[in-house]
């Protein structure tokens, strides 16, 4: 399976660069996570939100590809548990070549984005940092996995 998050915001810290590498190097070679950054667009003064998000959803989308099921993360999305991602995670591997994760930038996640995802998912009512949600999703892969995989991680 190969899972790849679409996250908008380039530089991470290091800190972070580190907790998504840590998992993985856990992950088996069959179950792939890769991050990959998009710029986030150019905020100018007086400039409606919308166009930022949009040329962000643009960049996003853009790297599709087929056979593939998309997730947006979104505060208005399905609240699922942990036990809840790995059954999901079970069924993609056998339905889908490749599974895309979708993080916005500072103010979201485009319309469009919204619209073409297959699933919306919030990950809590709580408001995370951008850079701390690809540490947590690597780790929720990873969970995922040991779940699947009567793996004792999960305890």
């Not at 088996?28 to 990959?36: A, D, I, M, T, V």
């Not at 208005?76 to 991602?85: A, D, F, H, M, Q």
Request: glycine share 6%; hydrophobic share 40%; net charge positive.
């Amino acid at each position: 399976m190969n899972v790849e998050l679409l996250a908008a915001g380039t530089r991470s810290p290091d800190w972070v660069t580190k907790g998504v590498s840590e998992y993985q190097k856990r992950l088996p070679r069959e179950w792939s996570f890769q991050l990959k950054e998009i710029p986030v667009a150019k905020r100018h003064k007086g400039e409606p939100v919308g166009i930022q998000k949009k040329a962000e959803g643009e960049k996003m989308l853009a790297l599709l590809k087929p056979d593939s099921r998309l997730i947006a993360l979104d505060s208005r999305g399905s609240n699922w548990s942990t036990e809840k991602l790995a059954q999901n995670f079970g069924q993609w591997q056998h339905d889908y070549r490749y599974v895309y994760f979708m993080v916005g930038g500072p103010d979201g996640l485009a319309d469009k984005c919204l619209e073409v995802a297959n699933d919306t998912w919030s990950l809590s009512r709580l408001t995370f940092p951008h850079f701390v949600v690809r540490i947590l999703l690597a780790e929720q892969f990873y969970r995922a996995w040991a779940i699947l995989n009567n793996h004792p991680y999960h305890k």
